[in-house]
C-alpha cells in the first residue's frame, strides 16, 4: 500500500518574500539607523572649535563612510543587530 501513495506536491518560498519593507531597495531598518547616526554625528562634529574649511573635511569622510556602511548593512543586518549579535557572542563566549 505504500506504493500507492502519491507525491504530495512541494511548493517553495522564495527568500526574499519577508524580507520587510524598503524605499528605493533599501531596509527602512538601516535607512532608519543611517538618519539617526548621521544626525549625531553631524552634531558632534559641528562642535569642534576648528575652522569651518577644515571642520568640512573633518565631517565629511566620517559621516560619508558610516553612512554608507550603515545603509549596506554587515552580512544582511542592520549595524545595531551586527552590534547586538557580536556582543552576545562574545558575552557567551566568556562564560
Known amino acids: ?5 502519491k507525491m504530495a506536491n512541494f511548493y517553495t518560498i522564495p527568500e526574499n518574500l ?7 531597495g533599501i531596509k527602512n531598518r538601516n535607512l532608519i539607523e543611517t ?27 566620517p559621516m560619508v563612510a558610516l553612512g554608507i ?3 549596506i548593512g554587515i552580512r544582511g543586518e542592520s549595524l545595531t543587530e551586527f552590534l547586538y549579535s557580536t556582543f ?3 558575552h557567551r563566549k566568556a562564560k
Open 1 to 5: 500500500m505504500k506504493g500507492d501513495r
Open 35 to 61: 538618519a539617526v547616526i548621521e544626525v549625531v554625528l553631524f552634531k558632534l562634529l559641528s562642535a569642534l572649535p576648528i575652522f569651518i574649511t577644515y571642520k568640512a573635511l573633518v565631517m565629511v569622510i
Open 88 to 90: 552576545k557572542f562574545y
Open 18 to 24: 519577508n524580507d520587510g519593507k524598503k524605499f528605493f
Open 69 to 71: 556602511l550603515s545603509v
